[in-house]
C-alpha cells in the first residue's frame, strides 16, 4: 500500500509540474498570437491551433489534479448535512460513479474517439498534427482519475471539506477591513 500511495505521490508532482509547464507555454504561445497580430500585423498561422489544443489537455489534466485534491466543483449541501453513516455510502456511491465515468467514458469512450481519429486520418489543418494525439488525453484523464478514484476507495476521508475555505478567509479579511473602515470613519466624525 505505501508503494501505492508513493506512486500517486510522484504522479500528483509530475503532473503538477506538467500542468504548470502547459501553462507557460499557452501563456507565451497566447502572448506571441496577440503581439504578432497588434505589433507586427502579420498574425501567428499555429498559435491559435496550438493554443486550443493546450487548452484542451490543460482543461482534462487540470480536473484530474482538481479530482486528487478534493478542489473540483460540487454540491455538497446533502453530504454535509447528512450523519457520518450516510456520508459514508454517499461517499463511496460519489465515487464508483467516478470509477465508471472514468472506465466507461473516458477510457473506452476516448479510445474510441482516438481509433476513430486515427482510421479517419484526421490531422489540424495548419499544424498537421494528427487530432488522435491530441485526444489521448482524454483516455490519459480516464485512467488517472481512475487510479485517484480507487486511492479514494481504498483510503476512505469522511470528514467534510470546505471546499471554498479560502473564499471565506477573504470574505472574513474584507468584513474585518470594512468594519474597520466604518469604526475610522465613525471616529473621525465625532472629531
Request: with cysteine.
Amino acid at each position: 500500500m505505501n508503494v501505492y500511495k508513493s506512486f500517486l505521490n510522484v504522479l500528483d508532482t509530475l503532473l503538477n509540474r506538467f500542468l504548470q509547464s502547459l501553462l507557460v507555454i499557452v501563456t507565451a504561445v497566447v502572448t506571441w498570437q496577440v503581439f504578432s497580430r497588434y505589433v507586427l500585423n502579420a498574425p501567428s498561422s499555429f498559435t491559435e491551433e496550438l493554443a486550443r489544443f493546450l487548452l484542451i489537455w490543460i482543461t482534462l489534466l487540470g480536473c484530474v489534479y482538481a479530482y486528487r485534491h478534493n478542489s473540483h466543483l460540487g454540491l455538497d449541501m446533502i453530504y454535509t448535512q447528512a450523519s457520518l453513516t450516510y456520508r459514508k455510502w454517499m461517499y463511496r456511491f460519489i465515487h464508483i460513479c467516478v470509477v465508471s465515468f472514468a472506465i466507461c467514458v473516458m477510457m473506452i469512450g476516448g479510445f474510441s474517439l482516438m481509433n476513430m481519429t486515427e482510421q479517419l486520418g484526421q490531422s489540424s489543418p495548419v499544424m498537421g498534427i494528427d487530432i488522435s494525439l491530441v485526444y489521448s488525453v482524454v483516455p490519459l484523464s480516464g485512467v488517472l482519475i481512475l487510479l485517484y478514484a480507487i486511492d479514494a476507495l481504498i483510503e476512505p476521508n469522511y470528514e467534510i471539506v470546505a471546499h471554498d475555505e479560502f473564499a471565506h478567509t477573504a470574505m472574513a479579511d474584507e468584513s474585518i477591513d470594512k468594519q474597520s473602515e466604518m469604526t475610522n470613519a465613525n471616529n473621525k466624525d465625532k472629531q
